[in-house]
């Protein structure tokens, strides 16, 4: 096994290398061969800038290559702009991968300032009357999107707690302690799945209904999303040491791998009525590999532990075995993801799928780099 995952690795390296010299803008899809962007225009678009980021920084603290190094400083520094804009809920993707992990891997506290002032602007969507950050739209829009929450937010919280821990400052931290409280007792189900969405009344902070924006419905588990949830919740508990976190991980873990098809790499609604004739997201896979292996980091239980990593390198070899580009001379690393299928986009190689993925293989393969990438401590957040 360990040999096929050096495969992989290295084989992620060469794509990662090869796009340095051909791309000109941040990567979202790649369609027809050809990486495609977000679109300029659209702020929230935006929120996949840090994965080609932190794919760089990931691959020049493996090989020590000063090249990777370079690009990866060329392309944070890229990012610098979105650090005043309220008008998205996805800094904390875009910052943590970028700034968040340059500064973990080189030391450089040039990286900081621009990190520090992101997170600041960040809590702007915060609601306290609901407590959560809000997701999509203005922070003064019409009601229905002040008071909307979602899964994919779980991951931008390890921005906030990170922001506490560099600053002493114990405001970010409460916010995403709050808005994962909030998180876990409106999206969360019995059974292990989620929701993706929860509406909320803005003005009086009044949870309303569960809802989705790219899962089947209401009522069904979008898969990517439950791996938002598996690796936000897994990261809460390792900056929080709140139990009610490390046990929705582990709900959320236990449904990704009671549901999984046979390859492990699930469809893109745990419920779609159309399985096994419908697509696969293999960025779903990819999520849930690396959050796996985070639970495995926090897991008190060495049963358990054990447990989620087996799954993660099963997962990953499946993905890599699979799903993955191999002479198709296609400019990514995995074929099969679903950006949104409601939305009709799907069957692309999506940049957060590749960058999950070679964070999968880098854990797995550098236990040595674990305290440089993967650092947390308990924060005493209440
Ligand atoms: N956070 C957006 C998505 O997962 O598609």
């Known amino acids: 096994m360990t040999h096929q995952l050096k495969e992989a690795l290295n084989y992620s390296l060469n794509i990662i290398e090869q796009n ?47 090249n990777f190094e370079t690009a990866a400083r060329a392309w944070t520094q890229k990012l610098a702009w979105l650090k005043h804009t309220t008008d998205t809920h996805d800094l904390g993707f875009i910052f943590y991968l970028s700034n968040v992990l340059g500064y973990r891997i080189t ?22 009357r609901g407590e959560y950050m809000q997701a999509w739209g203005h922070i003064d829009g019409p009601p229905h999107e002040r008071g909307r929450i979602n899964v994919d937010l779980m991951m931008n919280m390890p921005f906030f707690f990170w922001a506490s821990a560099r600053t002493g400052n114990i405001k970010y931290g409460q916010i995403a302690s709050r808005h994962a409280r909030t998180s876990r007792h409106t999206l969360m189900r019995p059974d292990g799945s989620i929701a993706q969405v929860a509406d909320f009344n803005p003005d009086t902070g009044v949870f309303l209904r569960q809802e989705t924006h790219q899962g089947l419905s209401h009522n069904t588990c979008w898969s990517r999303g439950l791996g938002w949830a598996l690796y936000g919740f897994a990261e809460a508990y390792r900056w ?91 400019p990514a690393i995995l074929l099969k993801g679903s950006r949104s299928v409601p939305h009709n986009w799907m069957e692309h190689p999506l940049i957060y799928g590749d960058y999950y993925f070679v964070e999968t293989l880098v854990r797995l393969l550098r236990p040595d780099l674990e305290s440089t990438l993967f650092p947390r401590q308990v924060l005493h957040v209440g």
């Not at 790649?30 to 678009?45: L, Q």
């Not at 030391?107 to 306290?128: C, I, K």
């Open 240 to 330: 929080t040491g709140s139990e009610l976190f490390l046990y929705t991980a582990r709900q959320t873990a236990a449904y990704a791998i009671a549901n999984a098809p046979q390859d492990k790499v699930p469809f893109w609604d745990y419920n779609s009525l159309d399985i096994p004739n419908t697509y696969r997201d293999s960025s779903a896979a990819a999520v849930i590999a690396a959050g796996l292996l985070e639970l495995e980091a926090g897991e008190t239980d060495a049963t358990l532990a054990a447990r989620w990593r087996a799954e993660a390198e099963a997962i990953t070899l499946s993905l890599w075995q699979n799903y993955s580009t191999r002479e198709t001379g296609i």
């Open 20 to 66: 340095i010299n051909t791309l000109t803008y941040f990567p979202e899809r790649c369609e027809n061969g050809v990486w495609v962007t977000a679109e300029e225009k659209r702020i929230p678009s935006h929120w996949v800038d840090g994965f080609w980021t932190g794919l760089l920084w990931l691959a020049a603290v493996h090989t020590q290559d000063s």
């Open 107 to 128: 030391g450089d506290e040039s990286l900081l300032p621009d990190a520090l002032t992101a997170v600041e602007t960040f809590t702007q969507r915060y609601n306290p």
